[in-house]
């Protein structure tokens, strides 16, 4: 008897412990700005509890902000904060003024983000990306950052699929439905998975951005994958 006491008083320990350490991840929308800044507009999810993971997360989407806002002489690269970068950024605009005085051009940058997707094994995040720096047209890249919810690192593409190639089979036909109605121009005998895959309540998200597999005018093409069919393939959200 008194054996069975201490087995159920271990079990509730157990039990106790493991919701302690399965802590949720949760997102605030943060804005970033610096003291100089006048063209430049952030509002990203970060997320805001003080673990490993948490800080993991943050990091990654941080780095996708001052990377997006490289530019010019001033390596952003080495920018140590977002703020640093957005101070770099407006200080290539003063020297591009600076140089071209006459110009009427007008910079600007804006990066957004959100949670598209939360589960006990994945977290989705996408990130949308929005420069011009005086162009014929402004730049506009859409990025999904997946990460491994218990660690906080992200998932390479290859690290999400089972059997990548089985996926790839499936996604080309989704791939055919999605644009068989359009007059898209790009070359429908090759395919590729595009570089931006993740989650969302619906299934899957393959999207590619401008440029990557078709001309300026075609645009950005992005098509779902239902759950139903994809999780034969997958690692992550299986169940």
């Known amino acids: 008897m008194l054996k069975n006491k201490y087995l159920l008083i271990a079990c509730v320990f157990y039990m106790l412990f493991s919701c302690k350490t399965d802590v949720p991840i949760n997102f605030t929308e943060t804005n970033f700005t610096s003291e100089n800044n006048q063209i430049v507009e952030i509002n990203i999810p970060l997320a805001h509890a ?73 977290i989705s995040v996408s990130l949308t990306a929005y420069t011009n720096t005086g162009g014929a047209h402004g730049s506009l890249n859409i990025s999904f950052l997946n990460f491994d919810a218990a660690t906080g690192k992200l998932i390479d593409n290859n690290a999400l699929f089972s ?37 969302s309540d619906d299934g899957i998200i393959l999207l590619y951005n401008t440029y990557e597999i078709a001309p300026y005018a075609t645009g950005i093409i992005e098509f779902n994958i239902p759950f139903d069919d994809a999780k034969p393939y997958l690692v992550f959200n299986r169940f």
Request: hydrophobic share 40%.
């Open 163 to 199: 059997d990548i190639e089985g996926f790839k089979t499936i996604a080309k036909k989704h791939f055919e439905t999605s644009i068989k109605d359009k007059d898209l121009l790009l070359d429908r005998e090759i395919f590729q998975l595009p570089e931006n895959i993740g989650y």
């Open 50 to 122: 003080e673990s490993d993971v948490a800080k993991s997360i943050n990091a990654a989407i941080k780095n996708y902000v001052i990377k997006a806002l490289q530019i010019g002489e001033l390596n952003n690269s080495t920018a140590k904060s977002v703020e640093e970068s957005i101070e770099n950024f407006n200080q290539e605009f003063t020297n591009f003024i600076s140089d071209f005085p006459e110009s009427a051009q007008e910079w600007e940058a804006q990066i957004d983000g959100e949670v598209i997707f939360k589960a006990q094994d994945i």
